[in-house]
């Protein structure tokens, strides 16, 4: 049986997602309200705007899903503004968000849009091969708790991280034709 | 380790990230925080809302900076500002600014009326108007990272917007039909680079994101041109020339987001007071229709 894979559309880059997973071998859809999000055995959060997504989530009970997800023990990947709606501290911002990792993450690190920029990172994780990895606006780990495992670091900053069923990346593996952390998501899937 | 800024995929993947969210039109700081509480994915700093533009009359110019700065200064998410038509120098300044995305817009008046910025020597990224394919293709040749399609700005009326997204929408169905050898003379008829041609009849898609603007004024409008293709849209006028902007602006935040369920839509419809008056466009001089600005 194929994994059956939300993406939260309530804003944000949904599609580059759908068209990783489904070369994956995934059957991944769209999830906008909580019936939808609890028919799924994992969940991605996409890129996109952290504070609209936060306010989106209040509306429609769409939060309250998504924790109840996670209690459940079922694997969550946020990329991005994902990272950032995953973590518990969120330097700077009283901002929505679920709460879900150990972690404190900075927005915005490594500058604006113009700053936006594409490099190699390792993610020994995933093999030996430096993986492409596109960071727009995009946040960092500046802390983690005990039970967060570092999985990539670039320029001294934290950039991929994962606890337990959780996992999120301050790039777009999805922007890229890099399957390996789609990949490596759903072996987490298989796992559980 | 080396680092590559301001790519091709940085510049349409924030495009990307956009989508499904509103982008909203403000003329200054309190409003902007009202639009981003609101759940807007972005602001563009304006002085005056194309309602306003058109009434006053006069030359339209590239805001002030300070103003731009306070906004930027005021919210988290992305800041958008408006260039003129031709006008490299405004986009320098933005640039300089660090704004986010640049609009080379019609809202404002043209300062050259033969070419547009060559939009790949910046390393901000662009939006540009268009009514059809042709105009969409032309302005991805020249660099831009996003596409909106034009309407009838500060209208209030979404009928151009209709027309624009329709037109666009079909011309990329028509390409879709023709075979290989037809593809040069399509190109020559919609004065498109082949290329790009080739590559959206290949994919059905433009080769950038596709949102809508010019005439948002509901939720319904909103939604409407979210089914007819859109991947999000523009509000300009329609919130703040509005009764009750803060509602107005939260209703079509979620309109976007369930554009295809109409009882949803219907919930989030109730209540929301007047909708800015809006204009007949069919009885607006050719003069001065924003839409035409630009080739």
Known sequence: ?192 | MTSEKSTWRTKVGLAEMLKGGVIMDVVNAEQAKIAEEAGAVSVMALERVPADIRRDGGVARMSDPKMIKDIMAMVTIPVMAKVRIGHFVEAQILEALGVDFIDESEVLTPADEYFHIDKHAFKVPFVCGCRDLGEALRRIGEGAAMIRTKGEAGSGNVVEAVRHMRSVQSGIRHLQGLRRDEMMTEAKNLGAPYDLLVEVAETGKLPVPNFSAGGVATPADAALMMQLGAETVFVGSGIFKSGDPKERAKAIVSAVMHYDNPSVLAEISEGLGEPMSGLDVRTMPEEERMANRGW
């Not at chain 1, 594409?118 to 993986?131: I, K, L, R, T, Y």
């Open chain 1, 1 to 192: 049986m194929p994994v059956k894979v939300g993406i939260l559309g309530l804003q944000g880059a949904v599609e580059p997602h759908m068209k990783a997973l489904t070369a994956c071998g995934a059957e991944p859809r769209v999830v906008r309200l909580p019936d939808q999000i609890a028919a799924v055995d994992a969940l991605i959060i996409p890129g996109g705007e952290s504070t609209t997504m936060g306010i989106l989530m209040e509306r429609f009970g769409v939060k309250d899903a998504l924790l109840r997800h996670a209690e459940q023990g079922k694997p969550m990947y946020g990329t991005c503004a994902g990272m950032i709606l995953m973590a518990k501290e969120i330097e700077g911002s009283d901002q929505a968000r679920l709460g879900l990792m150990d972690t404190r993450v900075a927005r915005n690190s490594f500058g604006r849009q113009v700053d936006s920029f594409e490099a190699a990172v390792d993610v020994p994780a995933v093999g030996e091969e430096p993986f492409r990895a596109v960071f727009i606006r995009a946040p960092h780990v500046v802390s983690g708790g005990e039970g967060v495992e570092v999985l990539s670091v670039f320029q001294e900053r934290i950039v991929l991280v994962r606890q337990g069923h959780l996992l999120a990346s301050a790039f777009h593996p999805e922007l890229t034709d890099d399957l390996r952390l789609h990949r490596y998501f759903l072996q987490i899937v298989n796992e559980l």
